[in-house]
């Protein structure tokens, strides 16, 4: 199994950036495809981005693309998520999680291990 912890949560203002990270131990984490998850207070939690095993692949939800950029270095043990053009809506718990199949998707149960979070407020 695999442990997560993401960091790098804060304030910021409306259109800026911020990165968070997600540090595994356990097992490698390239034996896991990752993703980044949000929730805001009294939502469900959803999607925000995918990435594969090696890095090759990745998944945004609609309303990120062009703004969020997901990566990892499996060296590191790190998987990150780079957020520009940040808005109020942003705002949300972000969890990192990671999935043992080697297909890479979207849906919450489809993923097996998951982090504490890191909170994320962006005011305007």
């Known amino acids: 199994q695999v442990q997560l912890v993401e960091s790098g949560g804060g304030f910021v203002l409306a259109g800026g950036s911020l990165s968070v990270s997600c540090a595994a131990s356990?097992?490698?984490?390239?034996?896991?495809?990752m993703g980044w998850f949000r929730q805001a207070p009294g939502k469900e939690r959803e999607f925000v981005a995918a990435i594969s095993r090696s890095g090759g692949i990745t998944l945004y939800e609609d309303s990120v693309k062009g703004r969020f950029t997901i990566s990892r270095d499996n060296a590191k043990n790190t998987v990150y998520l780079q957020m520009n053009g940040l808005k109020p809506e942003d705002t949300a718990v972000y969890y990192c999680?990671?999935?043992?199949?080697?297909?890479?998707?979207?849906?919450?149960?489809?993923?097996?291990?998951w982090g504490q979070g890191t909170q994320v407020t962006v005011s305007s």
């Open positions: 356990g097992r490698t984490l390239s034996f896991y495809g």
């Open positions: 999680a990671a999935r043992t199949s080697v297909r890479i998707g979207g849906v919450n149960s489809e993923y097996d291990y």
